[in-house]
């Protein structure tokens, strides 16, 4: 699926973007660019797998670097579980690297679903006064680095794989319309389970403690043995294998 096929115009120049669900789309671009407020606007709170959030579940501080393994991690397995049962996958981070991006197409082709990259083109002045506006700011040195690195992203993104490359300008955010079209994706055959799945199965049943020992009942009628110790037929029933069927009932005249 190319850019053409999947984006247009329409005629009040709103700028319509087509999705297929499931599939994996990356928001790449600097701090502060507008990524997370373009995904709140246009998708659900449960579609959305922020970096940011990740951080914060695992460390309880989603500015804390030092665990960036351990977040990446859960972000990867947040997105597998998702694509397992055909849900949309929009991972906000900043998906600069291309080991980063690298990780989420070798997600999207293990389920055989397609993955799309959105490049935010934010002038980096406009990148730079909204960070400093944030309670959070990350500052001007960490801002520019990543829209360094956002620029030199942007010369390889086109021979990586993804199934689909969306430039979205800055003035252009509010103009855009979102339309999600669901394809179920084919099985994929499991793959060895995952280090913590055990700790998500469910417990087998404990077996039945005995009781105390008590009186043996005689067997009677009444309590469905016949007196040969053989099983009597259910009322308005047959009689149980290895049993004779029983004779026909006479009426009296």
Same mark, same amino acid.
């Given at each position: 699926?190319?850019?053409?096929?999947?984006?247009?115009q329409?005629?009040n120049?709103?700028?319509?973007?087509r999705l297929?669900?499931?599939s994996?789309?990356a928001?790449?671009?600097p701090?502060?660019?507008g990524?997370?407020?373009?995904?709140?606007?246009h998708?659900r709170?449960?579609?959305?797998i922020s970096?940011?959030?990740?951080?914060?579940?695992?460390?309880?501080?989603e500015?804390?670097?030092r665990f960036?393994?351990?977040?990446?991690?859960?972000?990867?397995?947040l /997105?597998?579980?998702?694509l397992?049962?055909?849900?949309l996958?929009v991972?906000?981070?900043?998906?600069?690297?291309q080991g980063?991006?690298?990780s989420l197409l070798?997600?999207?082709?293990?389920?055989r679903?397609?993955?799309? /990259?959105?490049l935010?083109?934010?002038?980096l002045a406009v990148?730079?006064?909204?960070d400093?506006?944030?309670e959070?700011?990350?500052?001007?040195p960490?801002?520019?680095?990543?829209y360094?690195m956002?620029? @030199?992203a942007k010369?390889s993104?086109?021979?990586e794989?993804?199934?689909?490359?969306v430039e979205?300008?800055?003035e252009?955010?509010?103009q855009?319309r979102i339309?999600?079209?669901?394809?179920?994706?084919p099985?994929?055959?499991?793959g060895?389970?995952?280090?913590?799945?055990?700790?998500?199965a &469910?417990?087998p049943? @404990?077996?039945?403690r005995?009781g105390?020992?008590?009186p043996?009942?005689?067997?009677?009628?009444?309590?469905? @043995?016949?007196?040969?110790?053989? &099983?009597?037929?259910?009322?308005g029933?047959?009689a149980?294998?290895?049993?004779? &069927?029983?004779p026909?009932s006479?009426?009296?005249?």
């Open positions: 699926m190319n850019l053409n096929e999947s984006a247009g329409t005629g120049s709103e700028r319509v973007i297929v669900r499931p994996v789309v928001l790449c671009g701090a502060a660019c990524k997370s407020a373009f995904a709140a606007r998708f709170p449960t579609q959305i970096s940011d959030r990740c951080r914060a579940l695992v460390c309880d501080d500015q804390d670097q960036q393994a351990q977040a990446f991690a859960l972000l990867d397995f /997105v597998e579980q998702r397992g049962v055909n849900r996958c991972v906000d981070s900043t998906a600069l690297t980063s991006r690298q070798e997600l999207a082709r293990r389920h679903v397609p993955c799309v /990259v959105f935010f083109e934010t002038p990148c730079i006064a909204r400093a506006g944030r959070r700011s990350v500052g001007q960490v801002v520019e680095r990543q360094q956002f620029e @030199q010369s993104i086109a021979q794989g993804f199934d689909q490359i979205l300008r800055d252009e955010l509010n855009v339309e999600i079209v669901f394809r179920p994706a099985r994929v055959t499991a060895p389970p995952h280090p913590e799945a055990h700790r998500f &469910p417990r049943a @404990q077996p039945a005995p105390p020992p008590g043996p009942r005689e067997s009677s009628p009444s309590s469905g @043995q016949t007196g040969t110790g053989k &099983p009597s037929a259910e009322p029933g047959s149980q294998s290895g049993d004779a &069927p029983a026909p006479e009426k009296k005249s």
